[in-house]
């Protein structure tokens, strides 16, 4: 039964994920055509990302009241209806720029009560046995959609347009909450108090309670928040940059390396969800934390000037990146996937939504802050300087924050519901210290 209900689960999100990956190259191509304007794309970018990160907070409170299969049945039919909708209205030519910007706040809403509620029913319906193996999946399907979306959208976009774009990913939401409605949920009401403004703070702020509480929470999510914030730019900034400026790739060859990454980050996942099923976690990630730098750091003295000028061939050069970054992404899903599963393992079930919310605010503000210093550090040093720094400070981090992560075993935290009908964590007073990690 719950092989069943996972892979229902794992179906629907893995489809509704194609169908944005396909929308996801097209809308800033219609935003061009439509407008002309650079400025414009940004604006739809930037009313997504605004309206995400503000109604986080409200997600995770509300994740933990309300039946979390029921939501995601609701959720995703409501995003598809919108889709299909704005299909009709793309068909008859009537699609403008604020009508664009307005839904897309509205599903970046609905997004973000999606993101919260389905990472938490993953935890509910998994075996803690099994349970990075299913991350292990959910990543690797995530990669396919990743390499297979924006190559199907541009071509469909092409071929037919904005209205066949949003009509499949219309199509692939409604998909998704047909699966996840054959999903076997047993939903245990945890409040019983009606949600007001009083509520709200006071059930949020046992979300932040709980991550002071439980012991090493706050250190694996400080080590995720701040490895996103140095490692996430290398790809959508750095590479980009170096890839132009430095090595004198098209853009072509930059597609090709980006892609390199994701597929190596799908064989990892394969890999961990198969032949490394029963291998200890601990091992896997400290088989991340030393590779990934360690690739990276072979990178940056490859673009090192006086390394180039031994190397003639750009053809070689191409190779090398490949091979390196494939080998990044292949690295990095060792430390990504066994912490991440960690962390759903020692959350309490009635305050898995709040903190998981927390984690994508955690997310939300570093990794934009790392794309700035990153901007900001490529217009004032030299790439392999940087690079090169990057790697070192993260191998330092990771090698320090690892012995503060509880691999072997997890501290009692039953919960229990007070009077009031809010959560309560056995032993929250208890005092965090890293010698009992």
Do not use: C
């Amino acid at each position: 039964m719950k092989n069943k209900n996972i892979a229902l689960l794992l179906t629907g999100m893995g489809v509704s994920e194609l169908g944005s990956q396909i929308q996801s190259i097209a809308i800033p191509l219609f935003v061009l055509k439509l407008t002309g304007s650079a400025t414009s794309m940004g604006l739809v970018l930037l009313s997504s990302v605004v309206v995400g990160l503000g109604m986080m907070p409200f997600s995770g409170v509300i994740s933990d009241r309300w039946n979390r299969k029921n939501a995601l049945v609701v959720l995703d039919l409501l995003n598809g209806f919108i889709l299909l909708a704005l299909a009709y209205i793309a068909f008859k030519n009537r699609l403008t720029l604020e009508l664009l910007i307005v839904t897309t706040m509205i599903r970046s809403a609905i997004g973000a009560l999606f993101q919260t509620s389905s990472s938490a029913i993953l935890v509910d319906i998994a075996d803690q046995d099994n349970l990075r193996s299913v991350n292990s999946i959910a990543r690797t399907l995530n990669s396919v959609s990743s390499l297979a979306g924006p190559a199907i959208g541009g071509v469909l976009y092409g071929f037919f347009g904005i209205t066949i774009i949003l009509f499949v990913n219309a199509i692939s939401f409604i998909l998704s909450g047909i699966s996840e409605m054959f999903i076997q949920y047993k939903y245990n009401p945890s409040h019983s108090e009606r949600l007001s403004v009083k509520t709200f703070f006071t059930e949020f702020n046992e979300g932040i309670k709980a991550i002071k509480t439980i012991k090493g929470l706050f250190v694996m999510l400080l080590f995720t928040a701040l490895l996103n914030m140095i490692d996430a730019p290398i790809i959508p900034i750095f590479l980009p940059f170096v890839g132009k400026q430095v090595l004198g790739f098209s853009a072509t060859n930059i597609g090709l390396i980006t892609s390199a990454y994701t597929f190596g980050a799908l064989i990892s996942g394969m890999v961990m969800a198969t032949a490394l099923k029963k291998t200890d976690s601990k091992k896997l990630f400290n088989f991340g934390i030393i590779t990934a730098p360690l690739f990276q750091i072979v990178f940056a003295f490859m673009i090192f000037p006086k390394t180039l000028a031994l190397i003639t061939s750009t053809v070689t050069v191409s190779v090398f990146s490949l091979v390196l970054y494939f080998m990044m992404g292949f690295s990095d899903s060792f430390v990504n996937i066994p912490v991440y599963t960690k962390i759903q393992m020692i959350i309490p079930e009635e305050v898995r939504g709040r903190v998981f919310s927390i984690m994508s605010i955690l997310s939300s503000v570093f990794m934009p802050l790392g794309y700035l210093i990153y901007g900001f550090l490529l217009d004032n040093t030299t790439p392999h300087y940087l690079l090169l720094g990057v790697s070192v400070i993260t191998l330092i981090f990771s090698l320090v924050l690892k012995r503060f992560i509880p691999w072997e075993s997890f501290p009692d935290f039953i919960t229990k519901n007070d009077e009031s009908g809010t959560t309560a964590l056995a032993g929250q007073d208890a005092p965090l210290d890293p010698e009992d990690f």
